[in-house]
Structure formats: C-alpha cells, structure tokens
T-cell receptor
Framework: DTGVSQNPRHKITKRGQNVTFRCDPI?????LYWYRQTLGQGPEFLTY????????KSRLLSDRFSAERPKGSFSTLEIQRTEQGDSAMYLC??????????FGPGTRLLVL | AQSVTQPDIHITVSEGASLELRCNYS??????LFWYVQSPGQGLQLLLK??????LVQGIKGFEAEFKRSQSSFNLRKPSVHWSDAAEYFC????????????FGKGTRLSVIA
C-alpha cells in the first residue's frame, strides 16, 4: 500500500492554457474524490467516482472542468482555459465504499 | 445542509502545554466525524475518526477527541504539545452511508512556541 499519489505536485501555467492532473488511488479503493483548497480555507468537494462512474459533481465544477476515471483505476482532472481564480491546491482522496478517505499530497496550481 | 465550524482561526501554545481545538458540526443524522492535519504544502493526514460507540476516540501522535451529541461538538485534545505539532488542523463531517463527500471546516492553524 503506497498511498494516494498525485502528479504533478506543482504546476505553473498561463491564463487560458489547459492543464491536466493525475491521481492514483490506493489499490482496491473503489471511491475516488477530488477536492479544491484555496489559501486559508478547508478543502471543498469537486466530484467523486465509484469505480468508473462519476456519481456527483459540485456546483464548483464549472464546464471548464472535467474529470474521468477510465477503468476505475487512476483519475484525471482537466481544467480548460484556466483562469487566475483556478489557482489552488487540488487534492485527491480514495476510500473503500463508505469509509475513511485517504488523501494524496495534492497538486498546487498557479495560474499567471 | 451539513456544515462544520472551527471557531479558532489561529492558536498559539507553548511546547508542553495542553491543547484543545474546537469543532462544531451541523448534520441531520448521525455523523461520521474526522480530524485531519496538514503541514505546509502537503496533503491531509488522518488523525482520528468517530463512527460509533465510545465517544472518546484515540488517534495518532497522542491526539484524542470527544464526540458530544448534545453540543454537536467533536473537540480535539492533546495533553502535551510538541513543536512538531505545528500545522493546520481540519475537522470534517461525512455520512454513514459514505455516499456524500466530506464537508470540512476552515481549519485552525496551530503555532507552538518554546
């Protein structure tokens, strides 16, 4: 059990560019969650998957955001046409169904 | 709607002193409650959780928390703080079914002085 991993750890991009983040959950965890954390705030839910099915999306997830979890393993979060307001830490977590969520180290995004 | 309130934005304690971080929640049913800790630039590490049973739960690093249903509280305590405990602490609430994501408080930043 190597824990939840996220790549890249840091990303700097220019406004208007697209970015993609990857999350590898703990093996055999069928639930995977994405959260966003801005400075001085707690994590806020974006979306989550059970296996490959995306079960819920937050109102925070605008149409510029898309998430996938092909084959129910790793997940990607893409942000199109980035804006400065997208600058945040993007956290991924995984869990067995209905149990404790374990978080990855996060991807810190800076949009210039 | 679920919500979590952490009334203290920043707390400073002396090394060796006791610590209590407050957490109040609003939830329509029996909650799952969690405390996570976050060091600067890092992800969240689980300290402890309450699902059911004994209302005093023990966690890692010498932390404990007590669930008080009548007060809708889940305060985190440690009898003697170490300098390495300096970090951001987040309280979170979830559902028993696990079908809803966690709702976090805004966090309490702990500073430890010599």
């Amino acid at each position: 059990d190597t824990g939840v991993s996220q790549n890249p750890r840091h990303k700097i991009t220019k406004r208007g560019q697209n970015v993609t983040f990857r999350c590898d959950p703990i093996s055999e965890h069928n639930r995977l969650y994405w959260y966003r954390q801005t400075l001085g705030q707690g994590p806020e839910f974006l979306t989550y998957f059970q296996n490959e099915a995306q079960l819920e999306k937050s109102r925070l997830l605008s149409d510029r955001f898309s998430a996938e979890r092909p084959k129910g393993s790793f997940s990607t979060l893409e942000i199109q046409r980035t804006e400065q307001g997208d600058s945040a830490m993007y956290l991924c977590a995984s869990s067995p169904a209905g149990e404790t969520q374990y978080f990855g180290p996060g991807t810190r995004l800076l949009v210039l | 709607a679920q919500s979590v309130t952490q009334p203290d934005i920043h707390i400073t304690v002396s090394e060796g002193a006791s610590l209590e971080l407050r957490c109040n929640y609003s939830y329509g049913a029996t909650p799952y409650l969690f405390w996570y800790v976050q060091s600067p630039g890092q992800g969240l590490q689980l300290l402890l959780k309450y699902f059911s049973g004994d209302t005093l739960v023990q966690g890692i690093k010498g932390f404990e928390a007590e669930f008080k249903r009548s007060q809708s509280s889940f305060n985190l305590r440690k009898p003697s703080v170490h300098w390495s405990d300096a970090a951001e602490y987040f309280c979170a609430v979830g559902s028993h079914s696990g079908n809803t994501p966690l709702v976090f408080g805004k966090g309490t930043r702990l500073s430890v002085i010599a």
